[in-house]
């Protein structure tokens, strides 16, 4: 479970026992696994299972184990289903908070990393960033409140702000595009998350409106989904992984990219899509043509903002800093 949550965050036991489906207690990961894969992997949407009680062959009717996840959560309508899991709606059963849960299939491929406390326990690799981000909480990140180890699959529990829609479901019902001022609003909700991902060692890989959920009330931005991240290293990466229409020029140049650089290209392409209400770019031709191909855009210190983070020379781009004190997000 995850550490320095608010009150109401904190897990009502404070068993630590291990065994099937029992919840986890994982310091943060001390070394970096190696590369992840090529890219997403499709996940068979796993309903979660229900029994919460076991008939015996007597008759009787036996309660499940205490302090494993059935016993501590009821599961709710589905929220989302993304390439590494499916999420749904949840409760905490000893106090009603309610919470978002995501089921995870274990596959042979999964990467896990040693766990600091333990060296004959490892951890999935998006429990590891989970926790790194979640402690202490981030403003603009989801919170790990706590995670399960089962035989088929893991499961954790997230935060679950209310009332709150993704990003991308947001912006449709706004007709596709924002108004300049709600945008900077988000935008620099946008990168500060991404920074203080970065500041801890943790590349998300996947930004995009998809995985920021808004609350409507506040239009407080967290950003969610740590399935494609890991972790920030020295000298790159060679394999892509995330959503191709924010795949910055540099991997499909050389195969090759950098967690700051990237990240900054996908908050350009972000930032193009809330403003224009569609993608920049869409096939590999588009984005190595990058600048140019927005050359007739508007010139006001938006567009000097966009045309900035989506420079095709990785070094030319801003960084996190840079950005924030751009002249766009003082101006009127």
Not at 27 to 52: F, I, Q
Not at 134 to 143: A, G, T, W
Not at 157 to 164: G, H, K, V
């Amino acid at each position: 479970m995850v550490e320095n949550t608010q009150k109401a965050m904190e897990p009502c036991s404070d068993s630590t026992g291990r065994g099937k489906g029992k919840r986890k207690r994982v310091e943060e990961p001390s070394s970096c696994p190696a590369h992840l894969g090529t890219g997403k992997v499709p996940v068979t949407d796993a309903p979660p299972r229900k029994k919460r009680m076991k008939v015996t062959t007597s008759g009787c009717t036996k309660a499940i184990k205490p302090n494993t996840f059935d016993s501590l959560y009821s599961t709710g309508v589905k929220l989302g289903q993304g390439s590494f899991g499916a999420v749904f709606e949840g409760t905490r059963l000893c106090d009603g908070l309610q919470v978002a849960i995501k089921f995870v299939t274990k596959r042979d491929s999964d990467c896990y990393v040693q766990s600091v406390d333990d060296d004959s326990k490892s951890v999935p690799i998006e429990v590891a960033l989970m926790l790194r981000m979640s402690n202490p909480p981030v403003d603009n990140i989801v919170k790990l409140i706590e995670w399960f180890d089962e035989p088929e699959r893991f499961i954790l529990i997230l935060e679950r702000p209310q009332p709150c829609i993704d990003l991308e479901t947001f912006l449709d019902s706004n007709g596709g595009s924002l108004t300049k001022t709600m945008v900077k609003d988000i935008m620099l909700q946008a990168v500060r998350a991404a920074r203080k991902c970065c500041q801890r060692g943790v590349l998300h890989r996947d930004i995009k409106p998809k995985n920021f959920v808004i609350n409507t009330d506040t239009m407080e931005l967290k950003l969610i989904d740590f399935g494609c991240g890991d972790w920030v290293r020295r000298d790159g990466y060679a394999n892509f992984a995330g959503t191709f229409k924010y795949c910055p020029p540099e991997y499909l140049l050389s195969k090759r990219y950098h967690a700051r650089s990237a990240t900054v290209w996908s908050l350009g392409v972000l930032l193009f899509r809330m403003i224009c209400g569609y993608h920049p770019f869409t096939t590999a031709k588009d984005i190595l043509e990058g600048i140019s191909y927005l050359e007739n855009s508007q010139s006001d210190e938006c567009w000097d903002l966009i045309h900035w983070c989506l420079q095709c020379e990785p070094a030319m781009r801003p960084s996190f800093q840079q950005i924030l004190l751009h002249d766009w997000f003082e101006s009127a």
